[in-house]
């Protein structure tokens, strides 16, 4: 098993899961005038007309920043030009390019730079509402916001949330020497989207002086970026990471991270020599000029914000066990069994977890062959049990311990709420049968919180109990700072606090549960 191979199989695997859990359930069409009259709304740019469901009303597809085409492929993002007339907000606008992923057949349209604002209906309230804007993972390639539907959140928390589009892949992230914001231009849209939610908000009903920023994996990644990003002072007031640790690693495959520079301009000029441009005068024009397609079939599967940069000085890791981030109130956590989706589906692409394989395997993903020899004797392998020890090393070394160090190193300077959400019988975001029991995996948390795709997914009465209680701690929290409130279970600052049907408890073991002084160790 080669590295190259393990990360061919690592994209195959995170593109199966996106494609299927949140595009196999379609999204409801929105309601027709008849049966809920369109709502319009002013905003600076000009009028959009959004549409109007049982509770909540729903603004899709507005434009928070210029498309960025022709000269623009690669530039910061720009002002949107205003619109005459009244801008159709009824259904969402295109996802940003991708291949075939969480969106079915992937993306080409460049003119993607849009989100999406969920409101609960009624009158305008009495006190603005709390805003929550919401960053899609996927890997920095994949994912769109519309995918996430916000109206259990919206309508039960009493917030406004915004999901939010931003470049992804290559048109998101390549670096090129001489190219003001290489590396970094799908985090500086989102901070573009975040400048739209201060300015323009109120006319939802939401409040422009209390902002989340919350996201899963990429989007909790990126969570922690605008933390350590100097350009984002003052564009949010509290942070939700789910399963994005700060302290992640880009020598591991699993946990997003960012790259030195260098390192993402190698990984551009290897982009510019594959669709042709490694030898023309002007490389940025000559990559300007080549298909949205060409360029998704020739980026890496891997894809990664870069550091030392204007944007991003510093890697998030460094700068947040420095202390350098934005002191605002953090919600952080990861599931129990964040690994098992991908060790499951490695094995399913044919990388058996044998105790013969077990070395090789372990060798595939940490070079050093003392590591390998010390991972091998703190998980060993032994006849049926390869599937759920493969599981537990991606999920303990790459989400766990991280999202407990950084909790750990934010906590020192600002309130932080840590969880694990451990629901052993989550529903399935993949069809068929898996290989073994999977546990919580990654990403699992996420139908509590959003009907991925339109529509829920099947739950029982103690998991729509435990929904409803996770969906209260993240509104609370955005609304108070806070998420501790009188109909919920008590959250305590110095413990994890475990979600599971009927069982949320504070706990102190989950370090050790996850081999944490192990993974300290090895560094």
Known sequence: MTMHRVLTTLFCVLTAILATAWSAAPPTPPASPATAPATTVRIHDGLVRGVAHDGYRTFEGIPYAAAPLGRLRWAPPRRTAPWSGVRDATRPASACPQPTGEVPGGSSDEDCLHLNVT???????????????WLHGGGFTTGAGSSYDAHRMATRGGVVVVTVNYRLGALGFLAHSGLPGSGTFGLADQQAALRWVRAEIGAFGGDARN???????????????????????????????ESGPCTGRPDRPFAPSAVPLSTARDAGADLAAKVGCGFARDALACLRRVDVSRLLAAQGADQQPSHTTPLLPSNPAAAIAAGHFHRVPVLIGNNHDEGNGWAAGIIQAGNPVTPDTWPDVVAAFFSSAGQAKAIIREYPVHRTDGGPVFGAVIGDANFACPTARTGGLLAAHVPVWRYEFADEHAP?????????????????????????????????PAQHRLADTMIDYWT???????????????????????????HIVPTRMTQARHHCAFWKTLG
């Open 211 to 241: 902002v989340t920023l919350a996201g899963e994996s990429a989007g909790g990644y990126s969570v922690c970026a605008q933390l350590a990003s100097p350009a984002a002072a003052g564009l949010f007031d509290r942070a939700v990471i």
């Open 476 to 502: 609370r929290f955005a609304r108070t700072a806070d998420p501790n409130g009188p109909s919920s279970s008590s959250w305590p600052r110095q413990s994890v606090l475990s979600l599971a049907p009927d």
């Open 428 to 460: 399935p975001l993949t069809p068929g049968t898996p290989p073994f029991p999977l546990g919580a995996p990654h990403a699992s948390e996420l139908p509590y919180l959003f009907d991925l795709g339109g529509r829920p997914r099947n739950l029982t």
């Open 119 to 133: 409101t609960p209906d009624g009158a305008r309230p009495v006190r603005p509402r709390p805003v929550i804007v």
